[in-house]
């Protein structure tokens, strides 16, 4: 199993390009199944996650799902065997993305039923409550999700809270729904809205993506697009913090600024330089870095996805800081790691105090899911001497080379195989 191997002590310096979205691609790559010509999607990002999505296409029927050069095309051109099945599900739970456009496609679809994980219970009651609102008829047997609606119609749905891959799922079964369906209360993070241009572009009829309300008219039949993925949120986000760690000069392009408001505010009130332009964001060095606490909520307010990467900064800061992860019960994994580096952290329940000016040593330390290793190597760049990080597969699902990436901007960061 692969390691990173971090040595700290070094600043930052230069420019990164973020990559694709990998909770972008994800939806995308499900969306293919809604049509039997080519999609062609343009920046995906090469990490793991996106072949484990191939591998679910493939088992469906897909005839190409190739990657080259960040663009992926994939055609379906039927479905051979409308099921996720266990061993895929098990190592990308993002695989019950398929089941709404399974529905709409085929009108049936088996999906192995996603167990708890790291991070929480995660289950998907809201995705399942949803479907049957459009007419599906939705069993859980022996273990897996077994869902059929030949005449799915569009329906008024309300989600009794917001869910990401839940509306992305619901979005896509209504495409081909009968008449017209309203959703209101979803998730209106950024990924949903490159999602509704996707299925705009393949000839779906949708509004209202990324605000309170989405709504569907239904259509026949959807056909082939080419759709620019848009750029990682949480990876720009991630290598400002690694900037700001190190007390670094970073700049990030490629990527969208106004999809990280939030962030960005945060860092700004800790005391973070930062220069933003259109399609870039550079860190600066400046001043102290000030403790701030921190609620992560659904977006447009600050994500889940980076509370384990600000977590290490905050390790860092001047003062205590209290953060409050309230989307998932149990994403504090990572604070047991940084206390073994030196880090001063009490965790109860939902709350974390973190109290910052606490020197980091280097450790060995082992990675529980893909956010928490991000946080270790954020530690690792600034701690004293060597940290390996055991299970560095957890990076690769979601974070391209990143080792490659940091060392670009001289950090000594290395992968042992
Ligand atoms: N929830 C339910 N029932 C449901 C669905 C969700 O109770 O049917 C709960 C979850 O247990 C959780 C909360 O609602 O407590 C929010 O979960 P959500 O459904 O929004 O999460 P998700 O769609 O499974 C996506 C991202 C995650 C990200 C969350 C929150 C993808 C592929 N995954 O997951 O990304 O943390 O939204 O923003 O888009 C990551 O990239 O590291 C990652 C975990």
């Given amino acids: 199993m692969d390691k990173i191997r971090v040595k700290g002590g070094r600043r930052l310096e230069g420019t990164l390009v973020a990559s694709g979205a990998k909770n972008a691609v994800l939806p995308a790559m499900a969306a293919s199944l809604l049509t039997s010509e080519p999609v062609t999607l343009e920046n995906a990002p090469e990490v793991r996650d996106v072949t484990t999505m191939a591998r679910v296409l493939q088992r469906m029927g897909a005839s190409d799902t190739r ?9 379906v051109p039927e479905i051979r065997a409308p099921e996720a099945p266990y061993e895929l599900v098990k190592t990308m739970r993002a695989s019950i993305l398929v089941l709404g456009p399974l529905l709409a496609r085929c009108g049936e679809a088996r999906v192995s039923l996603p167990g708890g994980c790291a991070i929480g219970a995660r289950p998907v009651n809201l995705h399942i409550a949803a479907l049957q609102k459009l007419g599906a008829r939705i069993e859980v047997e022996h273990g897996y999700i077994v869902a059929t609606g030949r005449d799915l119609r569009g329906a008024e749905i309300t989600f009794d809270a917001k869910t990401v891959t ?54 026949e039949k959807l056909h082939g697009a080419v759709h620019p993925v848009v750029p990682d949120r949480i990876e720009t986000g991630t290598f400002l913090m690694a900037g700001a760690i190190t007390r670094g000069d970073l700049r990030v392009e490629n990527c969208r600024p106004d999809h990280l408001g939030a962030v960005l505010e945060k860092l700004k009130e800790v005391g973070v330089r930062l220069a933003i332009e259109d399609r870039a964001i550079r860190v600066l060095p400046g001043g102290p870095i000030r403790a701030g606490n921190l609620v992560t909520l659904p977006y447009p307010a600050f994500p889940t996805d980076l509370q384990a990467q600000y977590m290490a900064l905050m390790t860092q800061a001047q003062g205590t800081s209290l953060i409050t992860e309230s989307i998932f019960e149990n994403r504090y994994m990572h604070a047991g ?58 990076l690769d699902r979601g974070y391209e080379r990143i080792e490659e990436k940091l060392r670009k901007v001289g950090a000594a960061v290395e992968r042992i195989h």
Wanted: hydrophobic share 45%; with cysteine; proline share 2%.
């Fill in 67 to 75: 990657l080259k050069d960040h663009r992926l095309i994939l055609e």
């Fill in 166 to 219: 839940g509306t992305e799922n619901v979005m896509m079964a209504a495409t081909r729904a009968r008449g017209r369906t309203v959703l209101r209360n979803v998730a209106q993070e950024p990924e949903i809205e490159d999602l509704a241009a996707l299925l705009s572009a393949m000839g779906a009829r949708i509004s209202g993506a990324g605000g309170e309300a989405i709504v569907i008219e239904g259509v």
């Fill in 337 to 394: 790691e940084l206390r073994r580096m030196g880090a001063k952290i009490d965790i109860d329940g939902h709350s974390a105090v973190v109290q910052g000016g606490t020197p980091l040593t280097g450790a060995q330390v082992m990675a529980t899911d893909l956010r928490a290793s991000a946080c270790l190597i954020l530690a690792g760049l600034v701690a004293d001497g060597e940290t390996t990080i055991d299970r560095a597969y957890h």
